[in-house]
């Protein structure tokens, strides 16, 4: 027998964005309910990158929520190293908010904490069978089962959160959503190790292709590798790993510490347009996808639910839609907007190593974008700002 319950806004995955949005949506007063297939435990677990930018920090200081959910080092320096010579940006700020490595593992953490343990919000974990029915133009349904059986969950409002494999986009018609892919040619390494970063977060360019180190904890750092689409573990033994992380940053001493894991992710540019149908809206990576060089992808999602948790109290609120109908415009315009900077940051890192992708003349071209960095105001200013989230 299905059992039939009502509430207000249904999410779907409890990722950084489902979980931000409920977050957010219970300090506005608003009922919500997240359906996530996985359980608590995998999802405090699951290791994934991030870096919160200031335009985040400043979002999460406006909400209240800053101190509870936010952790991590500062961040606003890069060790662009080219040829094994460190250069550090500083990132420029005139009203002193700054980013924070905070990992979107620690995110959720926090997030689920702070939902659930302080707030008795309602997430519901090991969800299957999972399906969105919008016939109901005011009212739609979600339907899933659990360990207690068959539900129906009824609702204004259904919020897509589930990532770019997840079943809510496959709710929208066919012919409703136009997909926009960009595909770079080529992929990175990702390797998490048992060391520190120890100094700045690098960003490397050499002749043998980029690496990049980033802090995943006190304790732990992840490197990563451009690599062929084609690539897999067995490609890459430890030794094979060590030789050219060492290489690539030009520092041969640097030490072998343990590999706790591997994988690879193809660099790609993704954007479903619109990012709503309905009732039903997208937010994070179920509507865009970024590549990885530019940190964008946790915070373009970010962005969306605080759009969205705005427009959602106004019409829950004040019966006023106006905020829902344009979220996907207002959404898009900045999804464009940094998908225009991931693109840029991607083609120089890589083109100023690498001239097998795109010639030597991009390569030329690359290293003079990644010189300006330090000689032209006006060319650091943006990147500040773009990295700042504030552009």
């Known amino acids: ?55 985040g920090v400043r979002m999460f200081e406006r909400w209240g929520l800053a101190d509870q959910l936010l952790g991590g080092p500062v961040a606003q320096t890069i060790d662009y190293r080219l040829d094994g010579t460190s250069r550090i940006f500083e990132l420029s700020s005139d009203d002193g908010s700054q980013g924070r490595f905070c990992t979107q593992q620690m995110l959720v953490h926090n997030l689920l904490r702070e939902l659930l343990d302080q707030r008795a919000g309602d997430v519901r974990f090991g969800v299957t069978d999972l399906s969105i029915d919008l016939t109901d133009s005011e009212r739609p349904r979600v339907r899933y089962a659990d360990a207690t059986g068959a539900h129906e969950l009824s609702c204004a409002y259904v919020v897509g959160c589930d990532g770019s494999r997840g079943t809510s986009r496959a709710a929208i018609p066919a012919g409703v959503l136009t997909t926009y892919h960009h595909e770079f040619g080529y992929a990175w390494l990702a390797a998490l ?84 149908y309905g009732r039903l809206f997208l937010a994070g990576d179920a509507a865009h996808l970024v590549p990885p060089a530019s940190a964008k992808g946790m915070n373009l999602a970010l962005y969306d639910v605080d759009v969205l948790a705005q427009a959602l109290r106004q019409a829950v609120h004040a019966h006023d839609e106006t905020a829902l109908q344009t979220y996907s415009d207002t959404c898009l315009a900045h999804v464009w907007r940094y998908q225009e900077f991931a693109v840029e940051m991607t083609d120089m890192l890589h ?39 504030l552009a």
């Open 351 to 389: 083109d100023a190593g690498d001239a097998t992708q795109h010639g030597a003349f991009r390569r030329q071209v690359a290293r003079a974008k990644l010189a300006a960095l330090f000689t032209s105001p006006t060319d650091a200013r943006r990147h500040s700002e773009f990295q700042r989230g």
């Open 193 to 276: 190790v048992e060391a520190p970063l120890v100094g700045h977060p690098i960003m490397g360019v050499s002749d043998y292709g980029f690496v990049g180190q980033l802090p995943r904890g006190p304790q732990r750092s992840r490197y990563y590798l451009q690599c062929a689409l084609s690539d897999t573990a067995e490609d890459w033994p430890n030794e094979r790993l060590w030789h050219e992380i060492r290489r690539r940053t030009g520092d041969a001493t640097l030490p072998e510490a343990p590999v706790l894991d591997k994988f690879f992710v193809p660099l790609r540019s993704v954007v479903h347009a619109p990012m709503q």
């Open 1 to 55: 027998m299905e059992l039939s319950m009502e509430t207000t806004v249904a999410i779907v995955g409890a990722g950084v964005a489902g979980l931000t949005l409920a977050t957010f949506l219970h300090q506005a007063g608003v009922p919500c309910v997240v359906l996530e297939r996985r359980d608590r435990a995998y999802l405090e677990q699951r290791q994934r990158a991030g870096v919160v930018e200031a335009r």
